[in-house]
């Protein structure tokens, strides 16, 4: 066995590789082959990673279309990395649209606005309010990319409103054969219903149109209830507030629940930073696990009573500021939409098989209502859905929890969050979407040689 590393030594390692990761991809075909150097790519959670074959962040539509016809093997495109599951890894061409960002055009009578691809949401909300406009509905961050959020079809909450592939009313990719394709509902209407909820495996999307409103505040309220007391009353509490969602505490009897409904109210002085990321309340329920999980009795006990420390101040501000939350603590996720009547029998016999099984896990289970949209690879496809998420910190193995909880999901319909962590296959994915083959005709007329194909999206289509 060789030597163990000293802690300098390992501290000089670590600064190296992080040097290495946070080098900017180049931006140029041909700069990489005079200096070809790997460099590592891991996604957020840091459970997927790959040592692709080059890095490159093209600066023009044209430099991408030679970059994607000259591309010597597979080429996967990747936003902020904000997907758990593998939908990015590749060993070939790894493709960024960094370069591809802002606002580029918007329409005040319509309300619409297109953004190039790479804009990350953190980025859209500025502008669209500079022309009085914002997103309709946002997730509860806005670290991703706007094309890598309706790859997934990534969604906030609220019964009214779809995810931001709903949202979509144009767009422009450019295919495997590096064609500029532009799609609507009246242009090229088949790669338009695709393209919304594409997984990356139609080609590169450049370019998108959003149908958005007028721009709005929004007021966030939350309380602790009891989770029983919720879901009893959970069909007017999804009604009666524009956006309302619960974070169940495992391992006890209560849920923060969360309501943000518009306001013509002035805004709040913003959060001081230690409070955003919830940070003292998620670091007592990890202390919880970790020295009581043995004690599963005392355990709930403390948790339940933790609800007397805790008081919420309520928030107004621009809707774009209002939705997105601050992540800082890592973790793992497995997401399955099920058809929203079941959504509370679901919880419930989550929350029975973790109770039941005194299983390992802290972090609270976000539950949300999404609308029924018409996108063929969309979660919400035809149906009004409840999104229940499990995650586990990312230093926790999180395979036994997740596979204790996924045949439950399986029971009610559930389908997958395509970008987290789940373990169907072509067989099971194909029975719950009514309109698999028409995306998967799409995806082989585009691609037929697979060049956007990695091994995760080969075992989703089933390709050799
Ligand atoms: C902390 C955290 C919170 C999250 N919260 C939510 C939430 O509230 N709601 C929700 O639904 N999801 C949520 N997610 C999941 C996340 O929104 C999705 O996985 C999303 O797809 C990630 O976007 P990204 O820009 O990071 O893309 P990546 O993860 O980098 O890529 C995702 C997919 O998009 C494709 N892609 C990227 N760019 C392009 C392009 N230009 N053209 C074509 N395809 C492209 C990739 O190939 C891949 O298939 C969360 C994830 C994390 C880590």
């Not at 939908?87 to 061409?93: A, E, K, M, Q, Y």
């Not at 079941?342 to 390992?360: S, V």
């Not at 072509?426 to 998967?440: D, G, H």
Request: hydrophobic share 40%.
């Amino acid at each position: 066995m060789g030597q163990p590393f000293s802690r300098r030594q390992l501290l000089q390692r670590a600064s190296l590789l992080g040097a290495c990761l946070a080098l900017p991809a180049r931006s140029l075909w041909a700069d990489s082959a005079s200096t070809p150097r790997p460099m590592p790519w891991r996604n957020w959670s840091g459970a997927q990673s790959c040592l692709p074959l080059e890095r490159l962040a093209p600066a023009s539509l044209d430099e991408l279309v030679q970059v994607i016809r000259q591309a010597p093997g597979k080429i996967r495109p990747v936003g902020s990395g904000h997907s758990f599951s593998a939908l990015v890894p590749t060993d070939g061409t790894l493709l960024s649209l960094s370069h591809f960002s802002g606002l580029l055009a918007h329409d005040r009578q319509t309300l619409q606005a297109e953004f190039a691809g790479g804009t990350p949401m953190a980025q859209m909300g500025a502008p669209l309010q500079a022309v009085g406009q914002a997103l309709i509905n946002m997730a509860d961050i806005d670290y991703q990319t706007l094309a890598g959020a309706i790859a997934t079809s990534t969604h906030g909450t609220g019964i009214a409103f779809g995810s931001y592939s709903a949202q979509v009313c144009g767009l422009q990719l450019v295919s495997a054969a590096g064609e500029v394709l532009d799609c609507s509902r009246e242009r090229n209407p088949e790669l338009f219903d695709a393209a919304r909820v594409s997984l990356g495996a139609l080609g590169v999307v450049t370019r998108v149109r959003l149908q958005n409103r007028g721009a709005y505040r929004l007021r966030e309220r939350q309380w602790l209830a009891r989770t029983e007391e919720l879901l009893e009353d959970v069909d007017n509490l999804k009604r009666d507030n524009q956006h309302w969602e619960m974070l169940v505490v495992t391992h006890s009897d209560y849920a923060l629940a969360v309501a943000l409904n518009e306001t013509e109210d002035p805004s709040t002085p913003p959060l001081p930073p230690d409070e955003e990321g919830g940070n003292g309340f998620i670091g007592l329920i990890e202390g919880l696990d970790k020295h009581l999980s043995d004690y599963p009795e005392l355990r709930r006990s403390l948790l339940n009573n933790m609800r007397h420390l805790a008081s919420f101040e309520e928030r107004v501000g621009d809707s774009h500021e209002i939705f997105a939350n601050v992540r800082n603590v890592r973790f793992n996720e497995m997401e399955y939409s099920v058809p929203a009547e079941h959504g509370p029998a679901c919880l419930r016999e989550i929350l029975k098989r973790i109770d039941d099984g005194n299983l390992r896990t802290w972090f609270p289970i976000e539950y949300r209502y999404v609308k029924a949209d018409d996108i063929p690879l969309s979660m919400f496809e035809g149906r009004d859905s409840c999104a229940i998420s499990v995650h586990q910190h990312y230093a926790m193995d999180h395979h036994n929890f997740f596979a204790a909880i996924e045949p439950i999901f399986w029971k009610y319909q559930g389908r997958p969050h395509w970008g987290k962590l789940h373990s169907l296959g072509a067989r099971q994915l194909q029975a719950l979407y009514p309109r698999w083959q028409a995306f998967t005709e799409v995806r082989q007329a585009l691609d037929p040689r697979g060049r956007f194909v990695n091994a995760h999206l080969a075992g989703l289509f089933g390709l050799a």
